[in-house]
Structures are given as C-alpha cells and as structure tokens.
C-alpha cells in the first residue's frame, strides 16, 4: 500500500494550494467547500501522476531520481497503477458533483482531461507543454473562487499564468542543467532538445516581466465593472519587494543544476520558502485587518441609511398630517 500511496505524490500537493487563493481573498476561507475543493484536486492531481508515471516508465528509468518511482523501479505494474489512478479520479469527480456547486466540479473533471491530453501527447511540444501546465494552475484557481462563489479579477487570473510559466519554464532550465548529455535529455523529455538556456532564459525573463506587473495592475485596478473586493487590495502594493525577490530569487537558482524543479527549490531552499511565509503572512494580514474595516464602514454605512430613511419617512408622515389638517 506505501507504493501506491508514493504513486500519489503527497509532496506534490503543495501545488493545490493556489485553490485557496480565491477564498482567502474574498474571506471565505473557513468554507467547508474549500476543504473539498482542495482535497478534489489533490486526488485528480494524483490520478494524472499515476498516469503520467505509466506512460513514461520507460524514460523514468533513465533519471537520476525519477528511476526511483515505484512504477519504473518495478514495484507497481502498469495496470495496477491504471485502476489506482481510475479509482482516485472516480472518488474526485463524485465527491465534486455531491458537495461542490456545478461549475466547480465541472472545472476538476476538465482539469483532470486536460492534464490527461498532456500526459499522452501535449507535452511532446515544446512552449505548449508549459502553457497548459500553467492553464493546469489556473483551472485551480478559478475552481476555488467558483466553490465559494466569489469574484476572480482577470488581473489575477494573468498574473497566476504569466507566474507559472514562469515557474514552468524554470523547470525546463532545471533539466537542461541535470541533463548535460543530449541523448539522456532526449530519453527523459523529448522537448529538451528544442529548448536551449538562452531561449528559457528569455522566456523565464518575459513571463516573469508580466507577471509582475500584471500583480501590479491588480494591486491597483478599481474598475467600475468589478465588484468591489472585501479588504484594501491596493495595500498589497507594500509586499512587492517580496515577489521581486522571490522572482529573481528562483530565477538564480534554477541555473545551479541543484533541484529537480520548483517544488523542490521552495522546499529546499530556505531564503525563498522564507520568502513565501512572509509574504503569505503579510497578504493575510491586509486581507483580515482591511476586511474587518471594510465590513465595520459598511455596517455604519447601513445604520447611517437607516436612520436617515427613518427620519425622511417622519418628515413625509408629518408633511401629510399637516396637509390633512388643512384641508
């Protein structure tokens, strides 16, 4: 049973968090259907591993690390590993459609296809392989806004993308560095020989650009369209020397050839996983501090009308009694 939990990849969840990012932002977070959203994709996530891990047994067995999967290593066979990953993403989609609004379960069932078309062929073409890895991330972000029902800016939904190709295409400048002969490359991941470090380094150098600034454009966007965010999002201006460093921070170390990809490097590397905490602790603060504000204002707001509407109806009330005394 340990094989198939390790099938699963645990360590690897940490990659659904970006679920919670919805809620935490339109404070719903202690929601029940966060929890279910969150665990929904945690087991179609594995599913695809598991699939993944059955179609590339083979190139697996090539990799300093990856040899050590227990598909490639021979300790699960293939159609054992079929049914495992079929019986994770039955219980997802089941668990989705019960106690998940519709649109949301719809998002994890179609997630778990697109990654499904990527594990068979989609990852065989360069650029599009990280693309749709990042759209992966931003299916999980909108199904965690869509389980709780609150607003996605398209800001935010452009700077998820834009940082996860980012983040993608370091992963590829991650591979290119273990992977010094070609004919290993080529056996690990066809695509390697078509990508090149000066491409992937302008690459990382143009998503990461955008994603910045696209974080900028939503700190600081108030569209008259949007509905208008629960706390004071304009304060999260004050935690940019924080995404910059992180940026630039993972950008220095996908180059040393030391980690297997970005799980790893923030699992690892101890500056830039400080760098997240804090971060994630200073966006929360300006997420509860100016939502409580917010709602206290509103609360006044509503009391103020209240009374004024009262006071408008007394004058009415008396305007009339006066009328009907002189008539």
């Not at 697109?114 to 992966?136: C, M």
């Not at 991650?174 to 000066?198: G, M, Q, V, W």
Request: hydrophobic share 50%; glycine share 6%; proline share 4%.
């Amino acid at each position: 049973m340990l094989n198939y939990i390790r099938l699963m990849r645990p360590s690897q969840w940490i990659k659904n968090t970006i679920v919670l990012a919805g809620p935490a932002f339109g404070l719903r977070f202690l929601d029940i259907r966060v929890a279910i959203v969150f665990a929904a994709f945690c087991l179609v996530a594995s599913a695809s591993y598991v699939i993944n891990d059955i179609v590339d047994r083979e190139a697996d067995k090539s990799h300093p690390t990856k040899r050590n999967r227990p598909i490639a290593a021979g300790k699960v066979g293939p159609g054992s590993a079929l049914v495992w990953a079929i019986f994770l993403f039955l219980v997802a989609a089941a668990g989705s459609y019960v106690a998940l609004p519709v649109k949301a379960a719809a998002i994890v069932v179609f997630y778990f296809f697109l990654i499904l078309a990527y594990s068979l062929f989609l990852k065989k073409r360069p650029i599009l392989d990280v693309v749709i890895i990042a759209v992966g991330f931003v299916l999980r972000a909108v199904a965690g806004a869509k389980a709780v029902a609150v607003f996605v800016s398209p800001w935010l939904m452009i700077c998820t993308f834009t940082l996860c190709m980012f983040m993608g295409f370091g992963k590829r400048r991650c591979e290119l560095a273990i992977f010094t002969d070609k004919e290993e490359a080529n056996a690990h991941r066809s695509t390697l020989l078509r990508y090149t470090p000066e491409l992937l380094s302008h690459l990382t150098s143009v998503s990461a650009g955008i994603a910045v600034m696209t974080f900028l454009l939503y700190t600081m966007d108030v569209g008259a369209n949007a509905p208008a965010p629960p706390f004071a999002k304009q304060y999260l201006l004050y935690t940019l020397p924080l995404v910059v460093y992180g940026v630039f921070r993972y950008a220095m170390l996908i180059e040393t050839g030391k980690y297997a990809g970005p799980t790893e490097i923030i699992i690892k590397d101890k500056a830039l996983l400080a760098t997240c905490v804090l971060w994630t602790v200073c966006a929360m603060a300006i997420i509860v501090t100016t939502g409580s504000e917010k709602g206290s204002n509103a609360n006044r707001k509503l009391q103020t009308s209240h009374v004024e509407s009262g006071c408008v109806n007394e004058s009415v009330s008396g305007a009339a009694g006066l009328t009907g005394i002189s008539q």
